[in-house]
Structure formats: structure tokens, C-alpha cells
Nanobody, 125 residues
Framework: QVQLVESGGGLVQAGGSLRLSCAASGRTFSSYNVGWFRQAPGKEREFVSAISWTGSSLYYADSVKGRLTISRDNTKNTVYLQMNSLKPEDTAVYYC??????????????????WGQGTQVTVSS
């Protein structure tokens, strides 16, 4: 139904910026909420941000508020995560996820239906 592919990760210095993209295929993508999670080695998968299907509701983890911005362009079937003022603790594999907008956004990873393959973000000090 929905396939997700992340891109845009890389190696940056602390204080730098990256923009991640989540490209989706599927005829009903515009009806899905989309979120970003991240997972560092040895740690649990962590909720980062989410956006409602209309783009009118945005959600951020406290650790990234003010530094990361989520947006979407439904005409391009793409969700973006603009990451500024990056910190070494932002280092992780970043995954995008989706579920139908009939269910509320959740920070619990198992409640999301579709997942991308992940893109590595590494922030050096």
C-alpha cells in the first residue's frame, strides 16, 4: 500500500544542518500521517517528529524542538525533516513511518504501519 524511502543522511559537524526526505509511493499517501523515528546503537527507537496528513498538526520530541522542522508536500508524496544546529547526540539511523490518518499520531513505534529502510545521520564534535 505504502512504500517509504529515506534519503539525505550523512556526516556533518556539530552545529551543521541536514535535510532528510521521505519519499512515498502509494495512491493514498496524502491520507497518511507521517513520522520520523531514530535509533542509536544500543538504544531503543525514539520518536522524533510527526505531521498530520493535512500538514496542520506538527509534533516534536522535546529533545529536538526548535532545531528540527517537519513538513510535507503531498503533491510530491514527500515528507521532509529539516535538521539545524545538530548535536552529536542526534547521531542515529533515522526512519520515516506512516499510518492512516484515521488513527491518532503516536510516539510508540509499534503503532506505525509502514517503515522506510533508514538513513544514517552522524554528527561529529
Amino acid at each position: 500500500q505504502v512504500q517509504l524511502v529515506e534519503s539525505g543522511g550523512g556526516l556533518v559537524q556539530a552545529g551543521g544542518s541536514l535535510r532528510l526526505s521521505c519519499a512515498a509511493s502509494g495512491r493514498t499517501f496524502s491520507s497518511y500521517n507521517v513520522g520520523w523515528f531514530r535509533q542509536a546503537p544500543g538504544k531503543e527507537r525514539e520518536f522524533v517528529s510527526a505531521i498530520s496528513w493535512t500538514g496542520s498538526s506538527l509534533y516534536y520530541a522535546d529533545s529536538v524542538k526548535g532545531r528540527l522542522t517537519i513538513s510535507r508536500d503531498n503533491t510530491k508524496n514527500t515528507v521532509y525533516l529539516q535538521m539545524n544546529s545538530l548535536k552529536p547526540e542526534d547521531t542515529a539511523v533515522y526512519y520515516c513511518a506512516a499510518h492512516p490518518s484515521t488513527r491518532a499520531v503516536s510516539g510508540i513505534s509499534r503503532l506505525w504501519d509502514y517503515w522506510g529502510q533508514g538513513t544514517q545521520v552522524t554528527v561529529s564534535s
